[in-house]
């Protein structure tokens, strides 16, 4: 019942070995940050979730689906129960806000094939629910890049929401923000968390954003795990 389950997972690109052995295991509901300095495989192994990167051994299991092996319909209908955040947010930016988070239904439904992309009712009322979610339904109508860094990551997370995914993966979500955005977008993917069931996996460069706002902190070095512990424990330690 893991939602993510890797075993001696090892991916190496030429001399480098972003992953190195990794062993992790994530259960429904928790919300694990992932910390290491620049270059200790955080990224690696998250891209290894979502099928993004491929291990040259070891076992990469996710909502019960081997990763190492699925490709085609498999891998996508994998990828459309995971949902994805950004460091640079990947919104675009010309669109409005809302349409950006109703671009989110299409990562739920195969895309339509023919034709200009018309949104049911019922979607354009959930995105503006989300929108609301992350306090941003004031400015549906207003262009994408016309907001703040950290406005905008809230959109790519109402967006995200609009999926509906299982589990959540946020790779350095709050790297390019300014200290007070950075804790609303932690804000929000704890009680995204906490009241939705979802699971997160979460990559952070700073420790402290970690202890502040996960249960759990999982330490990287080398592509090796380093340190796996709860964070009331590391908390105390202090
Ligand atoms: P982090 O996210 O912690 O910064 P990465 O997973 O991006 O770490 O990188 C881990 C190591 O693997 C680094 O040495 C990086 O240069 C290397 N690496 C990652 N992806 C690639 C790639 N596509 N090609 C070559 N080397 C890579
Ligand atoms: P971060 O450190 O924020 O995780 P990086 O700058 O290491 O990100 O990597 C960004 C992208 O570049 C990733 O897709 C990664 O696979 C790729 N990459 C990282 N290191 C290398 C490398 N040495 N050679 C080629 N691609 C790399």
């Given at each position: 019942?893991?939602?993510?389950?890797?075993?001696?997972?090892?991916?190496?690109?030429?001399?480098?070995?972003?992953?190195?052995?990794?062993?992790?295991?994530?259960?429904?509901?928790?919300?694990?940050?992932?910390?290491?300095?620049?270059?200790?495989?955080?990224?690696?192994?998250?891209?290894?979730?979502?099928?993004?990167?491929?291990?040259?051994?070891?076992?990469?299991?996710?909502l019960?689906?081997?990763?190492?092996?699925?490709?085609?319909?498999?891998?996508?209908a994998l990828?459309r129960r995971v949902?994805?955040?950004?460091?640079?947010?990947?919104?675009?930016?010309?669109?409005?806000?809302?349409?950006?988070?109703?671009?989110?239904?299409?990562?739920?439904?195969?895309?339509?094939?023919?034709?200009?992309?018309?949104?049911?009712?019922?979607?354009?009322?959930?995105?503006?629910?989300?929108?609301?979610?992350?306090?941003?339904?004031?400015?549906?109508?207003?262009?994408?890049?016309?907001?703040?860094?950290?406005?905008?990551?809230?959109?790519?997370?109402?967006?995200?929401?609009?999926?509906?995914p299982e589990l959540?993966?946020?790779?350095?979500?709050?790297?390019?923000?300014?200290?007070?955005?950075?804790?609303?977008?932690?804000?929000?993917?704890?009680?995204?968390?906490?009241?939705?069931?979802?699971?997160?996996?979460?990559?952070?460069?700073?420790?402290?954003?970690?202890?502040?706002?996960?249960?759990?902190?999982?330490?990287?070095?080398?592509?090796?795990?380093?340190?796996?512990?709860?964070?009331?424990?590391?908390?105390?330690?202090?």
């Amino acid at each position: 019942n893991h939602i993510v389950e890797i075993d001696s997972l090892v991916k190496t690109y030429g001399e480098t070995r972003a992953c190195d052995g990794v062993a992790l295991t994530v259960n429904a509901g928790e919300l694990v940050a992932l910390v290491g300095p620049s270059g200790s495989g955080k990224s690696t192994l998250l891209r290894h979730l979502n099928g993004l990167a491929r291990p040259d051994s070891g076992s990469v299991r996710v909502l019960g689906v081997d990763l190492a092996t699925a490709r085609g319909r498999g891998l996508r209908a994998l990828r459309r129960r995971v949902g994805m955040v950004f460091q640079q947010f990947n919104l675009i930016g010309r669109l409005t806000v809302l349409e950006n988070v109703l671009t989110g239904a299409l990562g739920r439904d195969p895309l339509p094939r023919y034709g200009i992309v018309t949104w049911p009712k019922a979607d354009r009322a959930a995105a503006i629910e989300h929108l609301d979610r992350v306090g941003l339904a004031d400015r549906a109508y207003q262009r994408a890049d016309s907001l703040s860094g950290g406005q905008q990551q809230r959109v790519a997370i109402a967006r995200m929401l609009m999926q509906r995914p299982e589990l959540v993966l946020a790779d350095e979500p709050v790297a390019s923000l300014d200290p007070e955005s950075a804790a609303q977008v932690m804000d929000l993917l704890f009680r995204i968390c906490l009241e939705d069931r979802l699971t997160v996996v979460c990559s952070l460069h700073q420790i402290d954003l970690a202890l502040a706002w996960t249960r759990r902190v999982v330490g990287l070095r080398d592509g090796r795990v380093v340190l796996d512990q709860p964070t009331a424990a590391l908390d105390q330690e202090r």
